[in-house]
């Protein structure tokens, strides 16, 4: 059995929050070769990414709870059997319907590595060296996007699409032999009761704290800005561009090594700076970075490294926003930590699929409705942290000793 609070522990909770990303990116490179293999649209097949955002974000009103109540050990195992079993069917999928009811049963079963990963660290660590820790693994956690574009494309020029969704049931598998070892994080005094009537007073007292919905906003906001990235990037970049799967692959880490940066940043500086000095500055960041992509598009600069030059700024941007408004949102709710992250996790796929499909919709085979979406992401991110949080100091001494 793993120790809580060694740096394996750390390491596979890790692994298990970055399900969300690899099942997200490793198929980018394919999608165009998918939308001519089962004879259907782009949009359809940026369906795929939205109906997977949805179905994440509606099981983890269930998960959460459920974790609450019976632990996180047993919840994340029957959610990586699913995403196994669902991995499969999206590997044999004979057409785009088949394929779309896999992967929103991929999201059920997926989406528990995420949500209970983030509320195992508030289990074991506390509210304010979880958000070093959520720092620390996000960075970690930025390999997987970095490598799973990479790793898809090979997997598509040698094997075809179809092994990049075999490779994913081949993780769940491995997942499920590690989850085995993993001490259980949430002790028997924390259970909550799942009824009905006790969720929807959870629910509604995370709602009705102003400082939860602000960091949660603020960080749907920018997390739509790198969904709307995923879900145009290929069409704007391989077919509007013509760059190549496998340097689109390379330019993807390209990307990741901002969200690095900005991870590893956080990481570094939380000791000695103030949650709210370094969402400052992120926030910032990511809106001039979103900014900038959004007006080189309108200029007419349509050029690969228009697109990923300025996403690098706001990868930067919000590689500091994500862990930092996590733990903000986190922080004064022990009591239901994961429920907390369920409800935030709910909120931000809810929106970011909303975008994602705002992206499909009004693609018009240049990059401008990508770019407009993720400008709008970073501006709305200062804007939900800046006018909605008001406690941006006062909460870290409240909760110090949560």
């Known amino acids: 059995m793993l120790n809580p609070t060694s740096r394996a522990t750390v390491a596979l909770l890790a692994a298990l929050t970055a399900l969300g990303p690899l099942a997200t990116d490793m198929y980018l490179p394919a999608m165009p070769a998918m939308r001519e293999a089962l004879g259907t649209g782009a949009d359809q097949i940026q369906l795929t990414l939205s109906l997977y955002l949805i179905g994440f974000a509606m099981a983890q009103l269930l998960c959460g709870p459920l974790s609450d109540r019976f632990g996180r050990k047993p919840v994340l195992a029957l959610g990586m059997g699913v995403f196994l079993l669902a991995s499969l069917v999206c590997a044999f999928a004979p057409n785009i319907e088949t394929l779309l009811v896999a992967r929103f049963f991929q999201a059920l079963g997926g989406s528990a590595g995420p949500v209970l990963g983030r509320a195992a660290v508030r289990d074991i660590h506390g509210p304010f060296e979880a958000s070093r820790i959520l720092s620390y693994m996000a960075s970690v956690m930025a390999l997987a996007p970095a490598l799973a574009p990479v790793v898809g494309a090979g997997l598509l020029v040698w094997f075809g699409w179809d092994a990049i969704f075999l490779l994913l049931a081949l993780y769940a598998a491995a997942m499920l032999g590690l989850i085995a070892m993993m001490p259980e994080p949430l002790p028997l005094d924390r259970r909550q009761s799942i009824k009905p009537s006790a969720l929807a007073v959870t629910f509604r007292s995370l709602l009705g704290q102003r400082d939860f919905v602000g960091y949660t906003l603020a960080n749907a906001a920018a997390f739509s800005g790198l969904f709307a990235f995923l879900s145009g990037s290929s069409f704007v970049l391989i077919d509007y561009m013509g760059v190549s799967p496998d340097v689109y692959g390379y ?147 409240q909760t110090a000793s949560a």
């Open 251 to 397: 330019l993807f880490a390209a990307i990741v090594l901002g969200f690095f940066i900005g991870s590893l940043t956080s990481a570094k500086l939380s000791r000695r700076r103030s949650r709210h000095q370094l969402l400052v500055a992120a926030s910032l960041i990511a809106a001039l970075g979103g900014s900038a992509m959004a007006l080189l598009a309108l200029a007419g600069v349509h050029t690969p490294w228009a697109v990923i030059g300025p996403h690098m700024a706001y990868m930067i941007g919000f590689g500091i926003i994500m862990p930092q408004t996590m733990g903000g949102a986190l922080a004064p709710n022990p009591h239901c930590a994961g429920s907390a992250s369920a409800l935030f996790g709910f909120i931000q796929m809810s929106i970011a699929a909303g975008v994602g499909a705002l992206v499909g919709q009004f693609h018009d085979g240049t990059s401008h409705s990508m770019a407009i979406a993720i400008g709008l992401s970073g501006v709305l991110a200062l804007i939900c942290y800046h006018f909605i949080v008001t406690d941006k100091g006062a909460l870290e001494a």
